[in-house]
């Protein structure tokens, strides 16, 4: 059955890089858009980043574009999503997804079957 598995998380000062990893399995990750989604106390979850299947197209939210990048290594069923310029605001819980083929409407929660645990980023000094 496909399950996906974050690690990374941690406590990092602002102005500092964390990178986290979501390990896929019972899947071919090539055929399947991986995307972050975090959600912050009190708040709704928010779409980060998506990677799509295929052609590996990668999307964005406004806030976290030109500080965050997603990429996936094929190899080992590891998607990555590099943290740099940590705000304190980047403080949530990370959660991996997945759905069949393209990211589409990626900030959509509902738009992913699968999720994993969740692990906590904390941007605190």
């Known amino acids: 059955q496909v399950q996906l598995v974050e690690s990374g998380g941690g406590l990092v000062q602002p102005g500092g890089s964390l990178r986290l990893s979501c390990a896929a399995s019972?899947?071919?990750?090539?055929?399947?858009?991986i995307g972050w989604f975090r959600q912050a106390p009190g708040k709704e979850r928010e779409g980060v980043s998506c990677i799509s299947g295929k052609d590996g197209s990668t999307y964005y939210a406004d806030s976290v574009k030109g500080r965050f990048t997603i990429s996936r290594d094929s190899a080992k069923s590891t998607v990555y999503l590099q943290m740099n310029s940590l705000k304190d605001e980047d403080t949530a819980v990370y959660y991996c997804?997945?759905?069949?083929?393209?990211?589409?409407?990626?900030?959509?929660?509902?738009?992913?079957?699968?999720w994993g645990q969740g692990t906590q980023v904390t941007v605190s000094s």
């Open positions: 019972g899947f071919t990750l090539d055929y399947y858009a």
């Open positions: 997804v997945a759905r069949i083929a393209v990211c589409g409407t990626y900030s959509s929660p509902s738009s992913f079957n699968w």
